[in-house]
């Protein structure tokens, strides 16, 4: 995914033709949005309309009649799913640095990133979030490099909402998420990182679980497989 790992303009539209099987051209919409809107903006909104299905599943864009910004200027366009989290832009930064803040009253912190990273990284993330074909499993840590040996990672630091040691990987056909387990999942003296693998096909992801011994349920029973212990809140 040559997209992820070389990031410019057209990277979005890349990922979601290759992900989510994106046809058609945004000129073909006429958004209703006011003129403040960035463009980036406007043609992430299109090309998500271009899809079949959703393209988020947790966290979620704020609609474009409902954008607004506010006295200072800061246009609030990303929400995390329980409200606790925002990212916005300042509308007059040429650069569309994208900032967040935690509830709607603390102090807006600059994450990092500029609207069109932020957007593909999201993009991204929610792809291994909502992929019907993945699973998760759980690597000690003296085998990761084995276990990553065809993914590279990617460039996107941890959003404020999540522990900051996230990170998002890819291989040629296939996304990656690393994060900690959840509390209670290791023994004594263990390592585990939790790592969630997704794919757009039965057939990858299944080549992808053969290597840890894993097979995947029936196309019939649940996608998603979670190995071993309790399944983690992902």
């Known amino acids: 995914m040559d997209e992820l790992l070389s990031i410019d303009s057209g990277s979005i539209g890349r990922f ?8 058609g ?11 403040f809107v960035p ?35 800061m246009l609030s366009f990303w ?24 509830g709607e009253d603390a102090n807006w912190a600059e994450t990092g990133e500029t609207l069109g990273d932020f957007l593909l990284h999201c993009t991204v993330r929610e792809a291994v979030i909502g992929s019907e074909f993945k699973f998760t499993t759980f690597v000690d840590s003296s085998d990761i490099n084995d276990a990553m040996e065809s993914f590279k990672p990617l460039k996107f630091n941890a959003l404020a909402s999540e522990e900051p040691q996230v990170t998002l990987w890819c291989s040629k056909d296939a996304l990656a998420r690393m994060a900690p387990p959840p509390k209670g ?47 983690p809140p992902f």
Do not use: C, K
């Open 16 to 23: 979601f033709r290759r992900w989510h099987g994106t046809t």
């Open 25 to 35: 051209s945004v000129d073909q919409f006429n958004l209703e949005a006011a003129p």
């Open 39 to 73: 463009s980036q903006l406007l043609e992430w909104h299109a090309m998500a309309r271009l899809t079949d299905g959703p393209v988020t599943f947790q966290d979620h864009p704020i609609p474009l009649p409902d954008l607004m910004p506010d006295s200072r200027g």
């Open 79 to 102: 929400a995390e799913s329980q409200g606790g989290y925002f990212w916005a832009v300042a509308l007059d930064d040429e650069f569309l640095r994208v900032f967040t803040r935690e």
């Open 185 to 231: 999942y290791a023994e004594p003296g263990e390592q585990l990182i939790m790592t969630t693998f997704a794919a757009s096909s039965d057939p990858v992801i299944e080549r992808y679980a053969s290597q840890f011994g894993l097979e995947i349920p029936a196309a019939a029973e649940p996608r998603h497989q979670e190995i071993p212990h309790e399944p």
